[in-house]
């Protein structure tokens, strides 16, 4: 596809239009306003916030964690088959436990 005469007929429409200079009543104000607020970026809030946020993840996980240790499956219901074959792939990459204590 050539995009260059649909550009050209994009600019001429764009010039078209006529220019209107006027300005909503308090905009400029309005968006220094704004910049200033950004520009106060408070570091500490910030960091304080996103701690809140990742213990209160970590309070939902360990819910969730304790929930399922409170209530596991029978041996019916999976196969007792399933923990054995569970460990087994867990401890295969590091072959067996050493303690060399």
Do not use: C, H
């Amino acid at each position: 596809m050539n995009s260059t005469p649909l550009w050209k007929k994009l600019r001429a429409a764009a010039k078209a239009i006529p220019v209107d200079d006027s300005v909503p009543p308090g905009f400029e104000r309005r968006v220094m306003a704004r910049m200033r607020a950004a520009s106060r970026l408070d570091a500490w809030a910030w960091w304080a916030e996103s701690l809140w946020r990742g213990a209160l993840a970590s309070v939902v996980l360990a819910a969730v964690v304790s929930a399922t240790t409170w209530w596991p499956a029978t041996g019916s219901e999976l196969g007792m088959d399933f923990y054995d074959d569970l460990e087994q792939t867990i401890l295969a990459p590091g072959g067996e436990l050493e303690t060399g204590w």
